[in-house]
C-alpha cells in the first residue's frame, strides 16, 4: 500500500471520530433529542432580531377579545386564529415563539379573553392555563330580568350568548325544573322573575345561557334557608309570595334598614285588604320609557295604567315578583317591624328615608305643601 493511501485511511478515521465525537457531543448536549436541538438553535438565530416585534403590542385597545383554543388544535392552528382574531400579526412568529419557549406543549384547550394590548409573549403565557379565564358579572338588587339581559348585551366580549337567548331561558311560559317550581311555590308558566340571585360572580368563561340561568337559580336556593321557607309557610305565605313582596320592599326602601318596617307596612295592608298602592309595581307595568326600565310616574299613571300590576287598581300582590331582590328583603317580609303604620313616604325628605303614618291624615301631615 503506497503512502498516499494510507493518508487517505488516516484522515478518513480521524472524521469519522471526529464525527462520532460530535454526534456524541450533540446527542448530550440536546439531551437525546438532536434534531429538536437544532430546530431550536435555528429558531434562536431566527428570532434574536425580532425582540421588538414579540414585544411590541398590536394596540393600546384593553377591551377583552373572546378567543377559544378547540381540542386537538396545534400551535400553527392557534397563531393563525391569533391573527384572524386581530390579536397579533404574525402566525409564525408565535409558533417559533412556543416552539423556542416550550409553550408549544402547554397550550390548554378552552376559552380565554385576551387584549390587543397584550404582547405576542404575555398572549402566549396566558394560552396554557384556561382557569384564569372568568367572566365579572354583577346583578343588583332589584333589577328585572330585562335588565340583566341588557348587561349580557352589554359585554358581548364576554358571553358566547345575547341577552335575547338568555330571556329565552328565564321568561314566562319557558321549562321549569318541577322540583324548583314546587319549592317556591312558581305558578305554572311563570317567569324566573325574582329569582336570578342578585350577587357579584366569576362566570366560567364557556357559560351558556342555561349555565347562567341555573347558577343565578341555584345560588337564589343557597341563601334561603329551609326555617324561612317554613316561617313562611307559618304565616300562610309561599316563598313565591314572599319573594313578590320583598321585589316591591327592594325598589321602595333606599335603606336596607327600613326594609323590614316597609314590608311591615304592606303586611298590615294585606291584613285588612287594604290596597299596596305602591309605585314600583306601576312602573313595572309601564317597562321600558325615557330609557330607563323604571321610569318616573305621575299620579295620572296610577289609574291610566291598566295592568293586574298595578297595586293602585287591585287589591293583594301583584300576580308575581317586578325584579329580583336581595337576601334582606326577602328576610324583611319573613320577619317584618310590628307596627300599626299604613303609610309611608319619602318625597319630603332629601335623606332617601320614609316618613311613616297611621292615617291618612298623619300622612298628609307628615308633608306639609
Known amino acids: 500500500m503506497n503512502r498516499a493511501i494510507k493518508v487517505i485511511i488516516i484522515l478518513l478515521a480521524l472524521v469519522l471520530i471526529a464525527a462520532v465525537a460530535c454526534a456524541g457531543t450533540l446527542l448530550y448536549v440536546s439531551n437525546g433529542q438532536p434534531v429538536r436541538f437544532i430546530q431550536r438553535s435555528l429558531i434562536q438565530i431566527s428570532l434574536a432580531g425580532r425582540q421588538d416585534d414579540l414585544n411590541r403590542a398590536i394596540s393600546s385597545d384593553t377591551s377583552p377579545v373572546r378567543f ?15 391573527v384572524d382574531s386581530a390579536l397579533i400579526t404574525d402566525a409564525q412568529l408565535f409558533v417559533d415563539y412556543a416552539q423556542l419557549s416550550e409553550l408549544d406543549t402547554k397550550f390548554q384547550a378552552g376559552t380565554y ?4 394590548s397584550q404582547t405576542l409573549t404575555q398572549i402566549a403565557v396566558a ?15 332589584g333589577e328585572r330580568i330585562e335588565e340583566i339581559a341588557a348587561k349580557i348585551d352589554g359585554a358581548q366580549a364576554y358571553f358566547g350568548f345575547s341577552g335575547a337567548e338568555f330571556m329565552v331561558q328565564v321568561r314566562a ?6 322540583a324548583f317550581a314546587n319549592k317556591v311555590g312558581l305558578p305554572p ?3 324566573l322573575e325574582g329569582f336570578l340571585y342578585p350577587d357579584t360572580y366569576q362566570l366560567p368563561a364557556d357559560v351558556t345561557a342555561t349555565m347562567l340561568r341555573d347558577i343565578l337559580v341555584n345560588n337564589f336556593l343557597s341563601k334561603i334557608s329551609d326555617q324561612v321557607i317554613s316561617d313562611a309557610n307559618k304565616q300562610g ?8 313582596l ?7 326602601a333606599v335603606h336596607v334598614d327600613e326594609q323590614a318596617i316597609i314590608a311591615g307596612v304592606y303586611r298590615n295592608r294585606l291584613n285588612i285588604n287594604m290596597r ?14 325615557g330609557g330607563t326600565w323604571w321610569p318616573q310616574i305621575t299620579a295620572d299613571d296610577y289609574s291610566n295604567v291598566k295592568s293586574s300590576y298595578n297595586t293602585y287598581l287591585n287589591n293583594g300582590l301583584p300576580p308575581g315578583p317586578i325584579n329580583n331582590p336581595g337576601i334582606a328583603a326577602i328576610q324583611a317580609v319573613v320577619y317584618p317591624t310590628a307596627s300599626d303604620f299604613l303609610f309611608f313616604r319619602a318625597d319630603c325628605r332629601s335623606d332617601g328615608y320614609h316618613s311613616f303614618a297611621r292615617t291618612f291624615e298623619e300622612h298628609i301631615a307628615n308633608c306639609p305643601s
Open 68 to 82: 377559544t383554543i378547540n381540542r386537538g388544535d396545534t400551535p400553527r392552528a392557534i397563531g393563525q386564529n391569533l
Open 113 to 116: 379573553f385576551l387584549k390587543r
Open 127 to 141: 394560552l396554557t392555563d384556561s382557569r384564569n379565564s372568568f367572566i365579572p358579572f354583577r346583578i343588583i338588587e
Open 173 to 178: 311560559g319557558s321549562p321549569r325544573d318541577a
Open 189 to 191: 308558566g311563570a317567569s
Open 237 to 244: 305565605l309561599s316563598l313565591f309570595q314572599v319573594v313578590t
Open 246 to 252: 320583598a321585589s316591591i320592599v327592594q325598589r321602595e
Open 276 to 289: 299596596l298602592e305602591a309605585d314600583p309595581t306601576v312602573q313595572y307595568a309601564i317597562g321600558y320609557k
